[in-house]
């Protein structure tokens, strides 16, 4: 059963039970300044949760969503992913448990025909009616095991609306997972693969730690879209579903390694696969890169993937951007992302091509100075040598941490920040003397340059300043050595 199939069934199965659909909505949340990313199905709907909108009580979405909280996992295993689709049905004051556990289990067995006898269900140690609700269900009792608060229980902060959960998981296999008897649920292999999270929203956390009972509980779930395809397609990894698998091959005919040969550069070939959605719907949603907030993420995955591909596929040249047309095409019921795609393609492959720059200068000297320790036997990469690598070469701190892991060692992040610190009170040092030196001499006026790199690659530019040591000139003479100021600029 393809993804496509899954998403229509999926909501078409919960609008046949009176939940209106919503569509996904961006991946920068509207209207919610706390959060930079749209992280789960149930962010577009918090209004409906805190009562603060009662237009709605029944919902039903596939919701595009975005999160780095894994990202250091993202590749390694099968299930990790930075961008992924969240099914999700939501009651607002209207059904609970009862109705939560029926359908979730109905949706499974009956209209997806997955055996019964495959799941098993986690429960929160002190919800006796959810246990109750398995059991009448059919649930054999060793198959519902109870656990603590850090699994199974769900909170929006330390105060305010909470509740516990319940987790559907599907065994997998001896052969998917870790392969020791002992091997359970709580086991962090691939074999008991967490399905659909139930969660029954209805006490009021107070700042005592009490929990008084909500007047009108809510029921939150979410599926990820690629684990279900996993499951339905019967592959062993999300990265062989139809939502992952394309763009691995087109990357497989790029660079010509071969699969499952290698299991770094499979690796690479996941992480690549994983954030080169993320860039393409970050930009969709028009996030850009920058060196602040939303865009310092997207220029971070963008980073994280195109170091992959150097450092173990050996692509030396950008390539992300030849992976955009493949993502497109296996999304193509999102509104407008087709007509998108020369605009997200130029904007990767500028970025890229910066950031490939960098890397020729600064990748020599992180690799020696790795190399040099390893040789020495230290366990740490010191705070100087980062700061160098990072201040003065512009590697990032992540690419600099991610090459340190690969060889073993750790970063000294401590004597890093120390020397960030130092690095900032000698700029503001500088800041103030130069700022005083200009003030006494002439007043430099503001200009601004306009940005214009998203829609051309060159631009016929006025100048509209001159600075030398400080100071706006009128001219500058032949071989002389100045800064200028562009009304616009697409670099």
Known sequence: MTSDELRVRFLRYFQERNH?????????PTDDPTLLFTSAGMVPFKSYFLGQDKSLIRAVSCQRCFRTSDIEEVGKTNRHHTFFEMLGNFSFGDYFKEEAIAWAWEFLTKELALPGENFWISVYKDDDEAVRLWSKIGLRPERIVRLGEESNFWKMGEIGPCGPCSEILIDQGKDIGCGRSECSIE?????????WNLVFTQF??????????????NIDTGMGLERLACVMQEKKSNFETDLLFPIIER???????????????????RIIADHIRSLVFLAYDRVYPENVGRGYVWRSVLRRASWQGRHHLKIQD???YQLVPVVINIFPSVEGLLHQREYISKIIHMEEERF??????????????????????????SGKDIFELYDTHGLPVELIKEVAREEGLSLDEEGFRREMELQQMRSRAFGTSFKSTVAS??????????FIGYEEFTAEAKII?????????????????????????PF
């Open 20 to 28: 209106t659909i919503r569509p996904s909505t961006s991946l920068v």
């Open 187 to 195: 086991c962090s292999c691939d074999r008991f693969l967490e399905l």
């Open 204 to 217: 009021d956390c107070q700042l005592d730690g009490e929990l008084k009972p909500l007047p009108k509980p």
């Open 251 to 269: 990357i497989i005919q790029i660079t010509r390694v071969e699969h499952k040969k290698d299991e770094k550069k499979d690796t690479a070939l």
């Open 318 to 320: 950008p390539f992300l």
């Open 356 to 381: 490939i720059e960098t890397l020729n200068l600064g990748e020599p000297l992180l690799c020696n100075r790795i190399r040099s320790s390893v040789n020495k036997g230290e366990k740490t990469l």
């Open 441 to 450: 001499s002439v007043q430099i006026p503001t200009y601004q340059t306009e």
């Open 465 to 489: 300043a001159i600075i030398k040591d400080g100071l706006e000139k009128e001219k500058a003479k032949s071989g002389e050595e100045v800064e200028i100021i562009l009304d616009k600029t």
